[in-house]
């Protein structure tokens, strides 16, 4: 194994120096597993995740990671995932699209199971018809598994959110799945400047014992112990066991905040939000929102932006806030759902102000025109 | 586990359940006990809500009064009749999803590795025949390709009857059940002859009528796991609710099925398994 030094997770996200990379997506995803302290990761190929999972397999070769392993599906892998996160270690994997679903179920259990599981998604298009393109239509699937969700801008925030999302899932009171979703090809395969630590330090490593729920390996008690025992006798007691165990998952996504706001800086981020238009976006759509900002005060419309990097827990409180007194509020994604419009519209006092578009899906790229001509329409 | 982990501490004895108390005070860890010792020590299966006469509830009894090492044994689960009786099983086990138990028990046995590379953690898979053989059979196949070091044993009561006997894969050909309204249109499934071409370094099939073959098997098959490659044992448990017959004739139905060759007994072991198996038992048989 590769010697690296354990520092406080503090200090690997704020005062190491950083070097600057002109890395892609997949290679940046490398780059935080790197000092991520994983103890296993589980692979599986599907386009545009693939080149990620095999550059984990790479730095496996290299020392970085214990043990790696390729299984044979998604639901597989999963599965495995949650099987060595109840044997107490560090894991990772990713997957997208038609990969997800076919994860699908595994995903409410690992919640529900309390496990601190970390997992990229490189979102894509899901069949029929056949495509492998961007997309992020998996996310509305996604929103009620009970996972926390955090939605990558660009590489640097792939990067930052895969190592911040280990110590916040991990948290005693926590202590649930986090997913840190990506748009795939546009973030993962292309190049991008990432500010990296150096590859000598590493995340302190995660200690089993610190679960609140029994490590599956006969060293603690209860021996006599189930993961996940049934609640499913037809009596008053099982209902309310389950009603309150599944409450307890959003209870526990809901204290996250604390920790988002720690290392991530808060649930949103705000640029120039005193406007009367605002444009609420997640992903690469918030880059393309930037830039169709930057062309509308060309014109001489104001227009703020705010970026959601957290989806679960989705930050109801400030959005409701900050939407107060915005005149429109234009909501621009990349699926046909309209996830996030859905979210905001059930967030915002007054939904006639929410502009539901422009939407994009099935590949096809967001030129910032089409933000604009919505920008323009809102500020007539 | 070590010993203190498990002691009650001082005062504590007279909340702690009755059961608990009993399987701290003459419970099966650290002794070398066996289903010949049934009846003289604190089973690891507090009662059972399975029904009169179930194969499962008296195979599942003879595999845990079998396990070679049940203090450091974590079993793996799913849904199933069996998956019933977890919930009363005093070792650590999962029941995670229909179908993913070698899956889990796969990244499991890993986990255990890493964690406790000096100390022998058994991972062993129970599950019924529509978990093992239909909806996880490809899991269950790639755990034996990738050599997972995993115990693996089918309940086979030849039927999903946990959900009101439907046919599966294990059914007889010909038998009418739940949705093989006509009976059943292709053979039972050849596990055994599978798992041995797929890289199992000890496969079984049995029946619990004879419970000190059944431990024999299962001890091999746990054992050969922890120091070969993967295992597989198959275990008869018939159906009295769906099958339709007194609780009373299990036992006899078992004998029958064994006498007229339709349920054959047999053990398939590879050269490098069949050499540790002889070490193991030969040592014994000096003692």
């Known amino acids: ?380 | 586990m070590s010993k203190s982990m498990f002691t009650i501490s001082p005062g504590f004895e007279e909340i702690m359940p009755a059961e608990y108390r009993e399987l701290v005070e003459h419970g099966p860890f650290g002794k070398e006990l066996g289903v010949s010792d049934l009846g003289t020590y604190k089973e690891l299966l507090e009662e059972h809500p399975l029904c009169a006469g179930c194969g499962l509830a008296l195979s599942l009894r003879l595999i845990l009064a079998s396990l070679p090492n049940p203090a450091d044994t974590v079993i793996v689960g799913t849904t199933g009749c069996n998956s019933l009786a977890f919930p009363q099983v005093a070792v650590h086990n999962i029941h995670s999803l229909f179908g993913n138990q070698n899956a889990v028990a796969s990244g499991l046995k890993r986990a255990l590795k890493l964690r406790f590379p000096d100390k022998v953690k058994d991972v062993v898979v129970v599950a019924g025949d529509g978990a093992t053989a239909d909806i996880g059979l490809d899991m269950v196949m790639h755990s034996w390709f990738r050599r997972e070091n995993i115990t693996t044993i089918m309940l086979d009561n030849e039927a999903y009857a946990n959900t009101g006997g439907q046919e599966s894969g294990m059914s007889m050909e010909g038998t009418v059940l739940n949705m093989a309204p006509k009976g059943k249109k292709f053979p039972k499934i050849s596990l055994p002859e599978i798992a041995r071409e797929t890289g199992c370094d000890y496969v079984a099939a049995t029946t619990p009528a004879n419970p000190k073959r059944l431990e024999r098997m299962i001890r091999r098959a746990v054992l050969v796991a922890r120091e070969t490659g993967p295992t597989y044992v198959q275990i008869f448990c018939p159906c009295p609710t769906n099958y339709k017959f007194k609780p009373s004739e299990a036992k006899k139905r078992t004998r029958d099925r064994e006498k007229d060759g339709s349920y054959r007994i047999r053990e398939y072991i590879t050269p490098q398994a069949q050499e540790l198996i002889n070490r193991i038992e030969g040592v014994k048989s000096d003692e």
């Open chain 1, 1 to 380: 194994m590769i010697e690296q030094r354990v520092v406080d997770p503090e200090y690997l996200f704020f005062s190491a120096e950083r070097e600057k990379r002109f890395i892609t997506g997949s290679e940046a995803v490398k780059e935080a597993i790197k000092r991520a302290n994983i103890d296993m990761a589980v692979s599986y190929p599907i386009t545009p995740q693939s080149e990620s999972m095999h550059l984990v397999g790479d730095i496996y070769a290299e020392g970085y990671i214990p043990e790696y392993f390729r299984g044979e599906n998604e639901f597989a892998v999963m599965s495995a995932v949650a099987g060595a996160s109840m044997g107490g270690v560090r894991i990772f994997t990713a997957t997208g699209g038609p990969g997800t679903l076919r994860a699908f179920e595994t995903f409410p259990t690992w919640a529900g199971a309390r496990l601190p599981i970390v997992c990229a998604f490189m979102t894509r298009g899901v069949n029929s018809p056949l495509t492998i393109q961007p997309d992020t239509i998996e996310m509305a699937f996604m929103l009620d598994t009970g996972i926390m969700m955090f939605h990558a801008e660009n590489a640097q925030d792939l990067h930052d959110m895969i190592l911040k999302a280990f110590m916040i899932a991990e948290k005693t009171d926590i202590h649930i799945p986090a997913g840190v979703f990506v748009d795939g090809f546009f973030v993962t395969h292309t190049r991008d400047y990432v500010d990296i630590a150096p590859e000598d330090i590493k995340l302190p490593p995660y200690n089993p014992y610190s679960a609140p729920v029994p490590v599956m390996d006969m060293e603690n008690v209860p021996v006599r112990q189930m993961r996940d025992p049934f609640v499913m006798k037809s009596n008053f007691i099982s209902y309310a066991a389950h009603a309150s165990w599944q409450q307890e998952i959003l209870a526990a996504a809901e204290r996250a905040r604390k920790y988002i706001d720690k290392y991530m800086g808060g649930l949103l981020e705000m640029e120039n939000e005193g406007a009367d238009i605002l444009i609420i976006a997640s992903g690469t759509a918030v880059s393309q929102s930037r830039e169709a900002i930057a062309m509308a005060r060309q014109e001489g419309i104001d227009a703020g932006l705010i970026k959601i990097k957290s989806i679960r827990p989705f930050p109801k409180n400030e959005i409701m806030e900050i939407t107060r007194k915005a005149k429109a509020i234009i909501v621009p994604e990349f699926n046909r759902a309209g996830w996030l419009c859905r979210e905001v519209k059930s967030t915002v006092a007054d939904t006639t102000k929410v502009v539901g578009g422009p939407r994009v899906f099935g590949g096809m790229t967001m030129p910032p025109e089409l933000i604009l001509a919505e920008i323009r329409r809102c500020s007539e």
